[in-house]
């Protein structure tokens, strides 16, 4: 019996990777291996569920069973990968082995958690896939005030989410402003005054120390002595690439799984894509250069070599109080920022040395140029 493509991962990455597949290929035993129920979600819709009205099950596109039919897959769903034997092609699942042709790492980051003082660590919510998005829900149900850690990109869009869902949102970050490693200053400042005038109160600078129960709410303790009341909090701090496997398994991790430009790990017959990933030094927690992954790695699996190139990859936050889209400048080039518009509408681009546009942030109303500027932007990896 031939062994399968075995992919460990359901999210958007395991999933979307399969559908490629299955496009080139209809026949090759095909196996989806996943930790959680295996619903097939798209996770950027997370973030827009409260002000949808939404739950777990309307962010839901379609169970596992109809997911398997589609696909012509077998998925084992709430099972965990214990350990991967490169040198046999096999992987582990407690006692029982499975044998692959060509195994697939798909399994996306984790959140970063850190340690909290008081008595109210299990009232720390973090969000990262539809179970943890229906246990929120659950624990929001008839409460009012949120605090949510972190000012980022996701901390960012879950305030807006939230407020727009009727909570009254507090964001503690220990950063000078919001989505630091993505905005210039100029272009932060309009989307924390445009969450601000939704109804968004920002702490930026002090830490949470301690979390303590008082009577039906909340006390979280500043760093700067600050106690704020609060009925829940949700960690936004960030993610980190699913590595641990990997490395007991001899591949080589660096932030993410290290991967060439086919997505090869460092082992024959072992591929990574999606959050997990890092491609040529490039590891990218975003939709597009998942799609662009998945659709070239499914040409490897089905017998044509195809390296993945990233064109332009500009992220569009779903911060409807401010619109916002960005094109960071790639890591490490030096560029000069220029600020166009005023008030909430902004045009920031950045230019290098040569007049080479390397990357912009648009808000407000400048969103709607970003197709344009789009095609003036180089390859991230071409």
């Excluded at 973090?126 to 624990?139: C, G, H, S, V």
Aim: glycine share 10%; charged share 15%; with cysteine.
């Amino acid at each position: 019996m031939t062994s399968p493509v075995v992919i460990i991962g359901t999210g958007l990455a395991g999933y979307n990777l399969a559908r490629e597949f299955r496009k080139l290929d209809s026949e090759t035993p095909l196996l989806l291996i996943t930790a959680d129920d295996g619903r097939s979600y798209s996770k950027p819709m997370l973030s827009t569920g409260f002000a949808k009205h939404k739950d777990a099950d309307g962010l839901c596109m379609a169970e596992p069973g109809a997911m398997a039919e589609q696909l012509n897959a077998q998925i084992r769903t709430h099972t965990r990968i214990s350990g991967i034997d490169p040198g046999h092609k096999r992987l582990w699942i407690g006692e029982e082995a499975v044998e692959y042709r060509d195994l697939v790492l798909a399994w996306g980051a984790q959140s970063v958690q850190v340690p909290i003082q008081g008595d109210a660590g299990e009232r720390v919510f973090p969000i990262n896939d539809l179970e943890d998005y229906a246990r929120f829900r659950a624990a929001a149900a008839g409460k009012q005030r949120v605090l949510i850690l972190g000012a980022g990109l996701i901390g960012c869009e879950f305030a807006n989410d939230m407020c727009l869902g009727g909570y009254q949102c507090e964001v503690v970050a220990p950063c000078e402003q919001v989505m630091p490693t993505l905005l210039p200053p100029v272009a932060a400042a309009a989307v924390q005054a445009g969450l601000e005038a939704l109804g968004v109160r920002f702490h930026l600078g002090p830490v949470l120390t301690r979390l303590q129960q008082a009577g039906a709410a909340l006390e979280a303790h500043l760093s700067d002595g600050q106690v704020l009341s609060c009925d829940l909090v949700v960690s936004a701090i960030g993610l980190r690439p699913r590595t641990d496997l990997a490395a007991a398994a001899g591949l080589q991790v660096n932030r993410g799984v290290v991967v060439d430009r086919q997505l090869r790990t460092s082992h024959a017959h072992i591929f990574a894509l999606g959050d997990c990933a890092e491609v040529e030094g490039i590891n990218l927690l975003y939709v597009m250069p998942l799609m662009a992954c998945a659709r070239a790695l499914a040409q490897t699996l089905c017998g044509k070599p195809t390296a993945v190139s990233y064109g332009p990859m500009p992220v569009t936050v779903k911060t409807p109080a401010c619109p916002l889209v960005v094109s960071p400048p790639p890591h490490g080039v030096e560029g000069t920022w220029q600020v166009q518009g005023s008030g909430a509408d902004l045009k920031v681009l950045c230019h290098g040395a040569d007049g080479q546009l390397l990357g912009y942030a648009l808000t407000g109303a400048a969103v709607l140029e970003k197709l344009a500027l789009n095609r003036q932007l180089p390859a991230l990896m071409a």
